[in-house]
């Protein structure tokens, strides 16, 4: 019984034909750029943006945007290849334990729970924030009383302690529920919802050009020195580390686009259609992001995020500074709100394909495999993500869960970028319907890119990350490893 042993490929590519007895096939081309693109645009461009200005890189925060669009685009051909080539549920998982063996596979399925889980909380958390700007700014109700949107880590201005954040608890519920109904479903509410968050962006970008002070673009790259948040952590401000900790922070904006892999045996001719998916999600976000970053950081100042400008921000610097489209702020609010939603489908959607292949292998009790009679989705997979997300929303501040967030998914993009060396080396003669270019050279600088944005997230995230993983690998000697079908073929 090794815990090195490799899930054969011959049996990956057998489950992945086999769709009569599992998953249904609906998803297209299109349908992969929509959930890509449903979740990158969202928590990561609307809040993150702001707080990585705010915290880092103030304007070159843009600079920020194209290293970590870097990082993803390495990373992502080496998804594209991997995805074509194995499209079954499971993402990263899936391609580790063909490569790598049966626990770095562990490992990385219970890093992609940080990703996935983790990163629909945050979202959560942000979609909180906009409900109550909605209520007061367009609505002109009461906002829901601090202490019932709030963590209870977190204190107003006021004095006032938070207890529980309801708002981010309930709209996590809602997404978990639609995603029992089904994939397609889900598909088609995401698709309406990219339309309307995409040319939100493209009039944001187009109207507020035009309010750019040049002044706050000066200089672009601030000088290096120390920013201490109100939370007391300390942040490298400026300079050439300022940008790699913008980088690893606004990198939560391109959390997404992978997601679209996990969904790979769900998709028509997923060898033609999963490399257009997530190299198309991303490189219409890429340039989309760029420039709202440009033109956010030059419409309102470092010094508005980081004071009453830190929540809502997108809508804070549209009534502060773009005097006369209040019905952009507005409706901006409003489409956040649908926005943030989408981001919330694709990551419950990830992290519940996730749990589904775990399950499969007996790493997880079957119960996360087991398909709804009717709908066939892994529902109870979705409740029990429901109550871990929830938790996550409801008790923990939205930056911290967003950084635990981006460092799990680079360690997961790191792992990705070797699988496609080891399969290379391991599996020469297997069918791949698309290549990653220039291998071993694109997959290594997809690791030094990822790594060095890691480094950037500071040592209390890596202190995170380790704990979470140690928490993982007592879990996988207590149960996935006395449990696994693949050591345990007679279970």
Known sequence: MSIWKRKPLALLLAEASDSEKG???????????????????????FVRTAMAAS????????????????GCALAGLCYAELSSSIPISGSAYTYTYATMGEFLAWIIGWDLILEYAVGAATV????????????????????????????????????????????????VGIISLLLIKGIQESAFVNGIIVIVKVAIVVLIIIIGWHFINPDNHTPYI?????????????????????????AGTVFFAFIGFDAVSTAAQETKNPKRNMPIGILGSLAICTLLYILFAHVLTGVATVDDFRGEGGE??????????????????????????????????????????????????????????????????PYKANLIILVIVGLFAAFVPGDIVGDMTSIGTLFAFVLVCISVIVLRKKEPDMKREFKTPLVPLVPILGVLACGLMMVGLGWTNWLRLFAWMALGVILYFAYGKKNSKLNNPEK
Do not use: C
């Open 23 to 45: 998953l249904k096939r609906t998803l297209t081309a299109w349908s992969l750029i929509a959930l890509g693109i449903g979740a990158i645009i969202g928590a990561g461009l």
């Open 55 to 70: 915290q880092n890189a103030g304007p070159s925060v843009t600079i920020a945007f194209v290293l970590a669009a870097v």
């Open 124 to 171: 959560g958390i942000a979609w909180s924030e906009y409900l109550n700007n909605l209520l007061v700014n367009v609505l002109h109700m009461s906002p829901i009383p601090y202490e019932l949107s709030h963590s209870p880590f977190q204190t107003s201005p006021d004095g006032v302690s938070g207890i529980i954040n309801l708002p981010a608890l309930f709209i």
């Open 222 to 246: 601030p000088e290096s020195s120390v920013y201490t948040d109100p939370h007391g952590i300390s942040h490298n401000f400026g300079g050439f580390w300022g940008i790699v900790g913008a």
């Open 312 to 377: 809502a921000s997108v809508a804070f610097a549209i009534q502060k500074y773009m005097i006369g489209y209040k019905w952009l702020a507005d409706f901006v609010t409003v489409a956040i709100l649908a926005g943030f939603s989408s981001v919330i489908l694709v990551m419950l959607l990830g992290q519940s394909r996730v749990f589904y292949a775990m399950g499969k292998d007996g790493l997880l009790p079957k119960a996360f495999s087991d398909l709804h009679s009717k709908y066939q989705t």
